[in-house]
């Protein structure tokens, strides 16, 4: 049974107790029939999907009412609690303090979640938060706490695991009512302000009246929700097989769009994960090149069979095994070269969408159309980082100069607005700004947008061929539907709308005339914008964005062989370990100071990939021992150890549940890139027998084998980062030689230029004649080291087995490609 049913289930059940008495209430002017809530919220969220929803104009608060009473978010360092601190509701942190009130007064919770650039928390604070009636009915009734999901995880996905379980869906807003012992009542997301006080009312009610019922039934919940996190299914017995790539890379052809790219009509997110997965089935389940069947002994078939999932039942002669499984190849040729189509037609159609910042480079959330044309326009750390990644994988297997240069302008974009004096990088910019300087109300994508008019007075003479190339119409482009504010009328949200050749010719320039004339008028436009009223930062350090970003900054300084890349990612690693990590502990947030909030599961396992990467761009020794003490501590403090897998965060006495992340979404599953995280830190030990590091990354893969096995599209970046690299095996790649010396580097060049997704690279320095303390033990590094070499060499070894030292660039690619 998968999570899907099990949620199915849980609302049924869920339905027939809570939901009875909570959902007897009709919001006003509904015409719903059954549960009124049920239904509304439904109606709200398909609304939102839709993109059209159905809320009034946002209304302007009233300055007077609130101007002299700051509450107590105030003292708080976060962004998104700032917001707030001006708001007429009594609003607690999430803290002790709020929850001994509540029980001392026996009265139920009010827990509102968001995040500081989302557009639609900004609107139910503009309607209700702000909002003098409101704030009267929600102080005197119930104990209010405000939390940032992007500093407490872990509060967030305990209460929207309740919220999706219940409806099937969540998103933020999160609103939820709790009992005075944090026991959920009832949650969703959005709600307008008469439905929002008419809810309140009636949960007052009900706890005045029925709180002992309220308060069992919130038990049961937690204890369906625990049973649904720690379900494992011991039916399944082989873990790595060929079962879930197969399938996955299956389910991808099938919901691809083959003309816009992306795996979905509308919205379209930007999922990297997904890409990801199909990069490396293009690389790693690519047959071998040159294979000689005929040389092949009959054992060997019926593993190549499995691999290419050929047939082989009742086949006994070796010339039909060849010929099933010239067939097999065939097909899966087909197949990796179809993985790496999608993939581009995917990367192309964003570059050129108005999802990508044109003008001030970086990209946006996600489109809320089929074409990535109308964006949400906040713009988030985590998707510069993952964006930055494949464009950057891309380009190392294409050489299309489209993904290095989309690449680059996503760097330029996070050392320009997302990039702390200390090295740190920030978590996001809004997608709400003030139109200009006098303006008093944010209008979404207000930085970002341009009108006819506007182009006409910048440009001048070149103001007609930019309009034809990024689609600029003189009453604006964009869809009626896809505004329903009107905030975006008459403005237009620059994208490709032509070929650059076909634009030269229709304007008779040359291809490179047509190329100057966008750029300068992309650079008077940048220059314009900049006088615009920018929108607001959340300047927040987050260790697990930082790590995202920073492994991408090491990536990327490989494939391009750009050093300044891993200096960036050095000067981000150094203020973590200076700043973030106290006596010993890594911590999560920082923001005038850390805040108190130790590091969530994402936080270690971002932060120790990104380390795994820096080193093998930069071989600090240092790196790696952090790398190895930071996965310990993440085992002492997260792994179940009953079950497998990581829990989101350590043991909260006030939360009595606690959830394990094991889907990809926005950012890949914690869970998944800690399995890659322990894959690549066992084949650093160059060990001879299994290490405890690969060990535990089965236990992991087995704990979530329901969905790895038989629902992949869940987890693609554990497929791809996981299954497939211990299908085909991981190799050590080991660089030999002295640090500073010429052919040392000439290797080194070679070694990172090539995109290396089943393997780990390593140096021994053999002028210092010593190994990283957490990989002394290596009797096969040993024997490295102890050979006396008076320039470099390498040695790709695999399963226990080294190839002759390669002292060529030629050699070390043509081996490279074979063990690929």
């Known amino acids: 049974m998968n999570k899907l049913s099990i949620f199915s289930q849980f609302s049924a059940s869920y339905t027939t107790s809570i939901k009875r008495t909570i959902l007897s209430y009709r919001p006003i002017n509904s015409q719903a029939s059954g549960h009124p809530i049920k239904a509304y919220s439904r109606s709200v969220c398909k609304s939102r999907n839709n993109n059209q929803p159905h809320w009034g104009e946002i209304k302007s608060f009233s300055a007077t009412s609130i101007a002299n009473m700051p509450n107590r978010l105030q003292y708080s360092k976060n962004p998104y609690l700032l917001q707030h601190k001006d708001n007429p509701v009594d609003w607690y942190e999430w803290c002790e303090e709020a929850f001994a009130k509540a029980q001392k007064e026996n009265k139920c919770i009010f827990l509102s979640v968001g995040y500081s650039t989302c557009h639609w928390c900004h609107v139910m604070e503009h309607e209700t938060f702000e909002d003098d009636e409101a704030a009267k009915v929600v102080n005197e ?89 720690n379900q494992k299914d011991t039916r399944i017995a ?39 997965f199909l990069l490396r089935y293009h690389v790693l389940a690519k047959p071998p090149p040159n294979l000689d069947l005929s040389s092949l002994r009959m054992a060997t078939f019926k593993s190549f069979a499995e691999k290419f999932d050929v047939n082989v039942l009742g086949i006994t002669e070796k010339s039909e095994f060849i010929q099933a499984l010239e067939k097999g190849i065939a097909a899966r040729s087909t197949e990796t070269q179809r993985a790496l189509q999608m993939v581009e037609l995917t990367l192309q159609k964003m570059a050129h969408g108005g999802i990508h910042d044109h003008v001030g480079f970086g990209f946006h959330r996600y489109s809320t159309d089929d074409h990535w044309h109308v964006p949400h326009f906040e713009k988030m750390l985590y998707d510069q980082a993952q964006l930055l990644q494949i464009y950057a994988e891309a380009y190392s297997i294409t050489k299309n100069p489209l993904y290095k240069d989309t690449a680059y302008d996503i760097l330029k974009y996070v050392d320009s607005n997302l990039t702390s004096p200390q090295g740190g990088f920030y978590c996001a910019e809004d997608a709400d700004s003030l139109p200009n ?71 008779g320039k040359s291809v490179e005339e047509a190329k100057e004339i966008l750029q300068k ?112 501590q993440q085992d002492q403090k997260l792994w179940d150890s009953d079950v497998g897998g990581y829990y989101n965060a350590e043991t909260d006495p006030n939360l009595s549940l606690r959830m394990k992340d094991d889907q990809d979404g926005a950012e890949p599953s914690p869970n998944s890139v800690s399995g890659w995280n322990l894959i690549r830190l066992d084949a650093f030990r160059v060990a001879e027998s299994e290490t405890i590091y690969k060990k535990k990354a089965i236990t992991l893969m087995r704990a979530f084998a329901q969905n790895l096995v038989r629902f992949p599209q869940a987890m693609p970046y554990l497929v791809g980062n996981g299954i497939l690299p211990l299908l085909v095996g991981m190799k050590e790649v080991i660089l030999h030689g002295a640090k500073n010396h010429p052919e040392t580097h000439k290797l080194g060049l070679v070694l990172r230029c090539q995109l290396g997704m089943d393997r780990i690279l390593l140096f021994v320095n053999s002028e210092s004649r010593s190994l990283p303390a957490v990989v002394k033990d290596s009797s096969t590094l040993k024997s490295i080291m102890d050979k006396k070499e008076s320039g470099a060499e390498v040695y790709v070894c695999a399963n226990h087995v080294c190839s002759m030292p390669l002292r060529s660039e030629e050699a070390v690619i043509e081996v490279l490609s074979r063990n690929i």
């Open 141 to 229: 009734s119930f104990v209010n706490i405000k939390v940032d999901r992007e500093e407490r995880p872990d509060v967030d996905k305990v209460y929207m695991a309740f919220v999706t379980a219940s409806h099937g869906h969540g998103g933020w807003p999160m609103s939820v009512w709790l009992t005075p012992n944090l026991k959920p009542i009832y949650g969703a997301t959005y709600f307008q302000k008469e439905d929002f006080l008419h809810l309140c009312k009636r949960v007052k009610e009900l706890w005045d009246t029925e709180g002992r019922e309220l308060e069992k039934q919130g038990e049961d919940v937690f204890n369906q929700l625990e049973k649904l996190n």
């Open 437 to 507: 300087a006098t303006a008093t109300h944010r209008k979404e994508g207000a930085f970002a947008v341009w009108t006819s008019a506007e182009i006409n007075e910048s440009l001048h003479l070149d103001a007609a061929l930019f309009s034809h190339y990024y689609g600029v119409k003189e009453q604006g482009n964009c869809p009626p539907d896809k505004d329903p504010h009107g905030e975006l009328k008459s403005q237009n949200i620059l994208y490709v709308a032509d070929s650059i050749e076909s634009t030269a010719a229709r304007f």
């Open 521 to 632: 008028c992309l650079s008077i436009l940048a220059s314009r914008r900049r006088t615009r009223p920018p929108p607001r930062l959340d300047d927040k350090i987050l260790v697990a964005w930082n790590g995202l970003y920073i492994g991408a900054l090491a990536r990327a300084s490989q494939l391009f062989s750009d050093t300044t890349l891993s200096d960036r990612a050095l000067r981000a690693i150094d203020f973590i370990r200076s700043v973030m990590i106290v006596d010993g502990v890594l911590m999560r947030s920082y923001r005038d100071g850390l805040s108190n909030v130790k590091a969530c599961v994402d936080d270690y396992a971002y932060f120790i990939q990104a380390l795994l990467d820096t080193y093998e761009a930069t071989f600090d020794d240092k790196l790696l021992e952090l790398a190895y003490q930071l996965q310990d």
């Open 238 to 276: 082989r873990i790595v097989t060929w079962s879930a790539p197969k399938t996955l890379f299956t389910h991808f052809t099938k919901t691809f769009d083959p003309k816009n790219g992306g795996f979905s009509s509308q919205p379209k997110f930007p999922t990297v994960s997904q890409l990801i």
